[in-house]
C-alpha cells in the first residue's frame, strides 16, 4: 500500500482510495488543471507584447532575424 503526496493540496494519502490520480480528490485535480489553463491564457498576451517590440525595431534588424530563423 503506497502512500503519495498530493501536488496540489501537498497532504499524504493512500493511492487506491482515490480515482484521481496521482491528486488526493477529483477537486485537486480539478484545481491543478485550471492553474494549467491559466497559464496558458496569458500566453497570446506575452506573443502580442513581443510581436510589438520587433515592429518597433529598425527594418534592418527584422530582416536580419528572419535569416537567423532559416
Ligand atoms: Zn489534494
Redesign the pocket.
Known amino acids: 500500500m503506497a502512500t503519495l503526496r ?1 501536488p ?2 501537498g ?1 499524504g494519502f493512500e493511492s487506491q482510495f482515490t480515482p484521481a490520480m496521482p ?3 477529483e477537486r ?1 485535480r480539478q484545481i491543478d488543471l485550471g492553474q494549467w489553463l491559466d497559464e496558458e491564457h496569458t500566453l497570446p498576451v506575452d506573443i502580442e507584447k513581443h510581436l510589438e517590440e520587433q515592429a518597433n525595431r529598425p527594418p534592418e534588424d527584422r530582416f536580419d532575424d528572419d535569416e537567423d530563423s532559416l
Open positions: 498530493c496540489t493540496c497532504h491528486f488526493c480528490s485537486c
